[in-house]
């Protein structure tokens, strides 16, 4: 008995993740960020974000999980209620040639549910917003884009971030200062 309870015991921890087979690779690969478009948090202020489905070919899948691409001047678009992705270079895969190569420059379909396109299309006319995509990742086994509808910023206002973001930082500094110097006392 004892020992049905140790093998059963076994399997159930094997099936919750162990570090061989499917499992590991699966844990691995659930929320693994391609790419991120930092430049996007510069250049915008984020509004509203939602995760997104991609459209894509089979050596672009495998581009992309080599780590090969370019969101810099990625946007979003919305046309004849469709979300399109402009802009993302998605360099070919190195084995795919002939039938199965892609166009890396080609516009690719976002995937939403129509209340979320419509609520964006209003709010983009409206406020003169702009989508751009903030990152790239694979969950589950899907690639997902995560968008962002965001308002451009001017010059002064990204130093302003700037000096506010450092200014935060270095009060944070101070305060892991002073509590280390008083936990010794």
Not at 2 to 23: D, F, M
Not at 85 to 112: I, T
Request: glycine letters at 10%.
């Amino acid at each position: 008995m004892a020992a049905t309870k140790a093998k059963l015991s076994n399997t159930t921890a094997g099936a919750k993740g162990s570090s061989k087979g499917i499992g590991a690779q699966a844990g691995r690969d659930a929320n693994r960020v391609v790419a991120s478009n930092r430049r996007a948090r510069h250049d915008y202020e984020i509004i509203d974000t939602v995760e997104c489905g991609v459209v894509l070919q089979g050596s672009e899948v495998k581009s992309l999980r080599e780590g090969r691409i370019a969101l810099q001047d990625a946007y979003g678009r919305i046309i004849d209620g469709e979300v399109w992705l402009f802009g993302m270079h998605v360099p070919p895969y190195a084995q795919a040639n002939g039938f199965g190569a892609h166009d890396p420059d080609r516009r690719r379909k976002l995937l939403l549910h129509r209340r979320q396109i419509d609520e964006w299309m209003g709010r983009s006319q409206q406020q003169s917003l702009t989508m751009v995509p903030l990152s790239i990742y694979f969950s589950d086994g899907r690639a997902k884009v995560e968008l962002a509808l965001a308002k451009g910023r001017r010059q002064y206002d990204k130093r302003h971030a700037i000096a506010s973001r450092d200014a935060s930082r270095e009060a944070a500094r101070e305060v892991r200062a002073a509590t280390k110097g008083s936990g010794y006392r």
